[in-house]
């Protein structure tokens, strides 16, 4: 029997090259990496999303693969792995990064694997030589893991004359073709402000080869994912209650400034703020009332239906800068 080449071995991510005619165990290398564990978190963790959770297979396999190639000796350089995120707020471009730092590390392509994510002002500094600093404070702390940069269109602002973010790119793409092999970078925001970004901004554009768009979910997937919440949290809805949540949905998506899960999740706890209220009155009222498991698991229509989204005034929801 041929002694199988593991390419996970510890040590500096190279074995010595088997003979031509020696297989290696896919398979075995692949469970081996932990990856799967990583991959299936993901469909865990995130409902739908199909061409994504598909894009990060592929990248996952291409990692797998050049890993094997190096293990037989077989020269490639190493993948480019910058990427761009696109899409609306609440659609999981967070969460993928971060599991993509797992895959990352599980690989040996990053040291580490933890992620750091930043915002225009962790980076763009408010005058002359404050910038440089703090770009490369956040450069050294993501090392050996994924930068994540949200909303990265406003690092430049070409209107403005005194403004630093040029600065701060230009320290990032030294890095990012420098250091590729320790630090992989992911640019995430709205997909047109990206698309004006790249354009702006060649030299960062060249460097990113991976592109994944995360699309809007669908009322279903979003019925999906509140249930999801909920089991998390140990609440459950009542029948009528879970009919009012669907409307709520339709409704909430046609308004202004909808984030999708996000939004969801922001709905939900202020239904458990009026469930408690709910509750609470009641106990005062009654005098050395009880209050069963029951009463505190469930969520009832009225909690859902208080929502101003039912009373057509515009639901207090800001987007975060932060997916």
Known sequence: MNARVDPMAPGNGTTAAPAADEPLDLEAAYRDSHVGEVLESLDRELVGLAPVKSRIRDIAALLLIDKLRRATGLSSGPPALHMSFTGNPGTGKTTVAMRMAEILHRLGYVR???????????????????????????????????????????????????????????????????????????????????????????????????????????????????????????????????????????KRRAQPHFANARSIRNALDRARLRQASRLFARHQSEAGGSISRQELETLEERDIRASRVFGGAPQDDPVQNTC
Do not use: C, W
Not at 159 to 181: P, S, T
Not at 199 to 215: E, K, L, Q, V
């Open 112 to 250: 580490k694997g933890h992620l750091v994510a930043v915002t225009r002002d962790d980076l763009v500094g408010q005058y002359i030589g404050h910038t440089a600093p703090k770009t490369r404070e956040v450069l050294k702390r993501a090392l050996g893991g994924v930068l994540f940069i949200d909303e990265a269109y406003y690092l430049y602002r070409p209107e403005n004359e005194r403004d630093y973010g040029q600065e701060a790119i230009e320290i990032l793409l030294q890095v990012m073709e420098n250091q590729r092999d320790d630090l992989v970078v992911i640019l995430a925001g709205y997909k047109d402000r990206m698309e004006t970004f790249f354009r702006s901004n060649p030299g960062m554009s060249s460097r990113i080869a991976h592109h994944i768009d995360f699309p809007d979910y669908s009322s279903a997937e979003l019925v999906a994912i509140a249930r999801l919440m909920l089991q998390q949290m140990q609440y459950r809805l009542s029948a009528p209650a879970d009919e009012a949540l669907r409307e709520y949905i339709d």
